[in-house]
Each structure stands twice: as C-alpha cells, then as structure tokens.
C-alpha cells in the first residue's frame, strides 16, 4: 500500500518561507520510475497543480503564480520530495497535498494516481 507523508506545513508571516517534505513508502515500482509533485486546495477554490518533478529530474514544472519563489527537489535515497516555499503570500494559503504517478503533469485537472493526506499551509500576518 503506497503512503505519502507530508511534513513541514504551518502559519508563517507574509514574505516568510516553509519547507514541506514527503516521504513515500509501498510502491509497487521503484520509486525512482515515479514523477512527484504537489497540488493545493485553498476553501472554496479549485485544486492547483503547484509544481512536479519528473523520474530523472530532467523536467519541472512550476505553476506561473509560484515560479521563482518555489523550489521543488527530491531525494531518492531517502524516498522525500521537497517544496522549498519563500516569499510566501496569503494567496498560497491553502492545504498542499503531495503526489506522485508514473506521468508527469502540468495540468491542475491531472489525477496522479497516489496521494498524501496534506498538510497545511496558512500565510497571515
């Protein structure tokens, strides 16, 4: 049974930054083959698809609203994908759900195949 686990979410101040890790465990591949990534849901609002990381690393993808305060990496050997989040604003409050599935995707209307519980991330003064 494939679980992703998510840490590192909080209530943090405008401009300030978090972290977010995801450990995988139980996939029936090596988790190498798989691309990871994350999606957020903020009340009331459509999921996103915040950014993903392919199999080999050689692809990225960040949502335009995110891109170059984002950082997403991942560590094979430890089984962790990361969401480096700096210059965070109230508008990327939200629950961030880590991914993963053997395609990589760029669409927020993508349904990876395994998904975390969430954690969230609140950004208020």
């Known amino acids: 049974q494939v679980r992703l686990v998510e840490s590192g979410g909080g209530l943090v101040q405008p401009g300030g930054s978090l972290r977010l890790s995801c450990v995988g465990s139980?996939?029936?591949?090596?988790?190498?083959?798989?691309?990871l990534g994350w999606f957020r849901q903020a009340p009331g609002k459509e999921r996103e698809a915040v950014s993903c990381i392919s199999s080999n690393e050689d692809s990225i993808y960040y949502r335009d609203s995110v891109k170059g305060r984002f950082t997403i990496s991942r560590d094979n050997s430890k089984k962790t994908v990361y969401l480096q989040m700096n210059s965070l604003e109230p508008e990327d409050t939200a629950v961030y759900f880590c991914?993963?599935?053997?395609?990589?995707?760029?669409?927020?209307?993508?349904?990876?195949?395994?998904w975390g519980q969430g954690t969230q991330v609140t950004v208020s003064a």
């Open positions: 139980g996939f029936p591949e090596d988790y190498y083959y798989y691309a």
């Open positions: 991914v993963a599935d053997r395609g990589f995707w760029i669409s927020d209307r993508y349904d990876p195949d395994y």
